[in-house]
Structure formats: C-alpha cells, structure tokens
T-cell receptor
Framework: DAGVIQSPRHEVTEMGQEVTLRCKPI?????LFWYRQTMMRGLELLIY????????DSGMPEDRFSAKMPNASFSTLKIQPSEPRDSAVYFC????????????????FGAGTRLSVL | LAKTTQPISMDSYEGQEVNITCSHN???????ITWYQQFPSQGPRFIIQ???TKVTNEVASLFIPADRKSSTLSLPRVSLSDTAVYYC????????????FGAGTILRVKS
C-alpha cells in the first residue's frame, strides 16, 4: 500500500485566497484525521471522520475552516479565506477503528502539506 | 492546553537506553496509549501502543503503571538515527474524551 497520500506537499498563497488540501487514506481504513502542526501549538487535532461522517470537529479553529469526506477514499480540508496565521504543516492520518470497547486505532500519517499564507 | 506533559528535550549517547515519560492524569478509561516518532519534514510514525503493564516490540518497550496516569517509552541501545521528536498520544476525559498529542520530546543522540 502507498500509505496516506496528501497533496499538495507545499502550498504558498496570498492572504484572502481559498486553499484546499487533499488526502487519500489507506484503503480499508474507516477513520480519517486532520491535524495542524505549528511550533507554538504542536500537533492539534482539527477534525476526524469515522465511516465518512464527521465525529469531532471541535478542533476546527473557526468558520473559515471546513472539511469534507465525500467517500472512503478522499477527504479535503478547505480554508476560505486564508490568513497568515494559518501557516502551518497540515497532516492527514487514517486508521482502522473497530467497534470493540477497547480499540487499538493506530493512526498512519501522510507526509503533510506545508502551507504558507503571505 | 497542557493535558499531557513530556520533557522538552533529552540528550543521549549511542548505545545507551533512553526513557521518555509522558504524564496524562485524565486519560480516558477505554483507550490505548500510543507513541509516535517524527523526523523533520515527515509525518509522525507509529512506534508502540499499550493499555497497561508492559508492552515490547522490535524497536521499543512501553511501561504503563496501574493507574495509567503516565507512560514511559524505553528505547534500548539508541543510535544516531533515533534522533527525532517523540510524542505520546492519548484520549483525555477533558473536553469530552478528546485525542491529544503531547508537546513532544526532542531526543538528540550523540556519537
């Protein structure tokens, strides 16, 4: 398996522009996570989906951020309009989450998208 | 949002054992503790996962006390290639059982 695939690897845009980050999870995984990593705040969970349904979006910073998962093999994270403070590395991760009471849920991460908003 | 606590950095020499502890006082009852390794310009990579007592795999051991309020990642005989940032990941009861990464421990291995 190719692992979790994210695109683009790097994105440079100007303040106010719309940015769309893409993720293809590992085939067979049923959970997908979007994280943001900055020096100041470390790794933060933005949102995660289970079976294509958003389960916890409490980490999404504000209404400018939105995420979709139209099918099991694709997800997007959109920022509109983008601001300089959104500059960060955005990671997508996927896992297989079982319904067992005690589930292991090991996440596999993509290489990330480095976003710079000027 | 200090739901987990790890040392900021550690230094070691090749061949030594390294132990990194993560404190997570409000860990959720039914969830594993997971540790990840991250190299520059890469995503975090799974190292080891456990629920209680001790777990060992080909690269590390994980020690978890009975109260599960902390966990210790043990790397035996580190090499230069183990220089990386190490994170614990737990689900905490704060803010509704939210998944939280620790701030990370920078491990520098010297020759």
């Amino acid at each position: 398996d190719a692992g979790v695939i994210q695109s683009p690897r790097h994105e440079v845009t100007e303040m106010g522009q719309e940015v769309t980050l893409r993720c293809k999870p590992i085939s067979g995984h049923n959970s997908l996570f979007w994280y943001r990593q900055t020096m100041m705040r470390g790794l933060e969970l933005l949102i995660y989906f289970n079976n294509n349904v958003p389960i916890d979006d409490s980490g999404m910073p504000e209404d400018r951020f939105s995420a979709k998962m139209p099918n099991a093999s694709f997800s997007t994270l959109k920022i509109q309009p983008s601001e300089p403070r959104d500059s960060a590395v955005y990671f997508c991760a996927s896992s297989y989450h079982s319904s067992a009471r005690l589930a292991k849920n090991i996440q596999y991460f993509g290489a990330g998208t480095r976003l710079s908003v000027l | 949002l200090a739901k987990t606590t790890q040392p900021i950095s550690m230094d070691s020499y090749e061949g030594q054992e390294v132990n990194i502890t993560c404190s997570h006082n409000n860990i959720a009852t039914n969830d594993y503790i997971t540790w990840y390794q991250q190299f520059p310009s890469q995503g975090p990579r799974f190292i080891i996962q456990g629920y209680k007592t001790k777990v060992t795999n080909e690269v590390a051991s994980l020690f978890i006390p009975a109260d599960r309020k902390s966990s210790t990642l043990s790397l035996p005989r580190v090499s230069l290639s183990d220089t990386a940032v190490y994170y614990c990941l737990v689900r905490t009861r704060e803010y509704g059982n939210k998944l939280v990464f620790g701030a990370g421990t920078i491990l520098r291995v010297k020759s």
